[in-house]
């Protein structure tokens, strides 16, 4: 059972909006930065967003994200088919450990 | 642009000590830029991080895994190693050799390509 919570599957046909969440506690969201790993099945993760909100230099501007409280979101706008993967938040928890959400599945219909 | 290579055995037997190298590649492990980081993934299931080594001979393990891991570096050869004890059936995962930047921050990349490792007799 993963310290943050995501929900294990979003779907949307392309070009829709696609949101993912990401749920955690005081100790760990509440207090430290987020990040975002997209994993296209049989490759490594790839960073997606840093810094709760951030995008890398190549992360096209479909890809956003925010931080509130004890949870975070992932949205992706404009959904295209090459976007079907495996979607990781992640951040520090106070109980000295970098924790994962369990993942969420995107698929396009 | 910096690469991160993973090796080891592919197969370890329960009660051994698994071990894996990770050669760097257009950087300096001890650039001091990243921590030198371990993150294995079981078949089919999520991300768990092991832990980190700094240049500064700084480690830091998770909590659940801290009494089997060890986190070492060579800096002759620009390779970092881990070393996982006492392994079982749960071991058995991907294991990705990871630059981080910052050390209480999940801030991982580059990600080298990832090593299957399977605990079995």
């Known amino acids: 059972q993963s310290v943050l919570t995501q929900p294990p599957s979003a779907s949307g046909t392309p070009g829709q909006r696609v949101t993912i969440s990401c749920s955690g506690s005081?100790?760990?969201?509440?207090?430290?930065?987020v990040y975002w790993y997209q994993q296209v099945p049989g490759t490594a993760p790839k960073l997606l967003i840093f810094?709760?909100?951030q995008r890398p230099s190549g992360v096209p501007d479909r890809f956003s994200a925010s931080k509130s409280g004890t949870s975070a979101s992932l949205a992706i706008s404009g959904l295209r088919s090459e976007d079907e993967a495996d979607y990781y938040c992640?951040?520090?928890?106070?109980?000295?450990?970098?924790?994962f959400g369990g993942g969420t599945k995107v698929t396009v219909l | 642009q910096v690469q991160l290579q993973e090796s080891g055995p592919g197969l370890v037997k329960p009660s051994e000590t698994l071990s894996l190298t990770c050669t760097v590649s257009g950087a300096s492990v001890s650039s001091g830029h990243y921590y030198w980081t371990w993150i294995r993934q079981p078949p089919g299931r999520g991300l768990e991080w092991i832990g980190y080594h700094y240049f500064t001979g700084s480690t830091n393990y998770n909590p659940s895994l801290k009494s089997r891991v060890s986190i070492s570096v060579d800096t002759s050869k620009d390779q970092f190693s881990l070393e996982l004890t006492s392994v079982t059936a749960a071991d058995t995962a991907i294991y990705y050799c990871v630059g981080a930047t910052g050390h209480l921050n999940p801030w991982f990349d580059p990600w080298g390509q990832g090593t299957l490792i399977t605990v079995s007799s």
């Open positions: 992640a951040t520090w928890d106070d109980r000295l450990s970098v924790v």
């Open positions: 810094s709760n909100s």
């Open positions: 005081s100790s760990n969201i509440g207090r430290n930065l």
